[in-house]
């Protein structure tokens, strides 16, 4: 069964199939923040997946399913209070990049993250997200509606893991 949703536009009633109204390709975003801390230092503390723990909101673990871990290609669980994710690692150049593709049951998306040294004692880390499928009702209407709220998550994951740094190196 198919539903339809009627949408009032310049005096006629257009109805619209669901499916359509909320469909969305692709969404791409990009978060940075600035830490206090050498790049050597940033980078390490980073590529440490016991460190994840520390920033993550929720995180559990991590089960290496293929590969050496943090080599290109290998692939991860990584598990969460509320939900798991895939983890497969595109590229690993660190300090220049890291850039891993995440599937969830409900979406895909791909994540680079990269490293600048500002000053001495500054580096940026900039993440660039593209969210390359959403499945389901749910996720299509709060990435139409709501995509702010994808960007304001990985914000605070920046957030959190620049004071975790910081606090490690003072």
């Known amino acids: 069964m198919d539903f339809t949703i009627g949408l009032c536009c310049a005096n006629s009633l257009l109805f619209v199939p669901y499916p359509y109204l909320f469909e969305i390709k692709t969404m791409r975003f990009t978060c940075y923040t600035d830490i206090k801390a050498p790049i050597q230092i940033v ?33 991860s669980k990584l598990s969460y209070d509320r939900l ?6 595109i590229r690993n150049e660190l300090p220049e990049e890291f850039k891993a593709n995440y599937e969830h049951k409900h979406m895909v ?15 940026r ?17 709060l990435a139409k509606l709501f995509p702010g709220m994808f960007r304001k998550q990985v914000q605070k994951w920046l957030d959190q893991f620049k004071y975790f740094v910081e606090k490690q190196h003072p």
């Open 125 to 141: 880390l900039k993440q660039e997200i593209h969210y390359t499928k959403f499945n389901g009702f749910l996720p299509k209407v």
């Open 43 to 75: 980078v390490d503390l980073f590529k440490n997946p016991d460190n994840l723990k520390h920033w993550q909101d929720g995180f559990k673990r991590i089960e290496y399913i293929s590969g050496a871990p943090g080599a290109e290609g290998s692939i």
């Open 109 to 123: 998306n791909t994540m680079s993250c990269r490293f600048k040294v500002i000053d001495v004692g500054t580096t």
């Open 84 to 89: 798991s994710l895939v983890e497969t690692i």
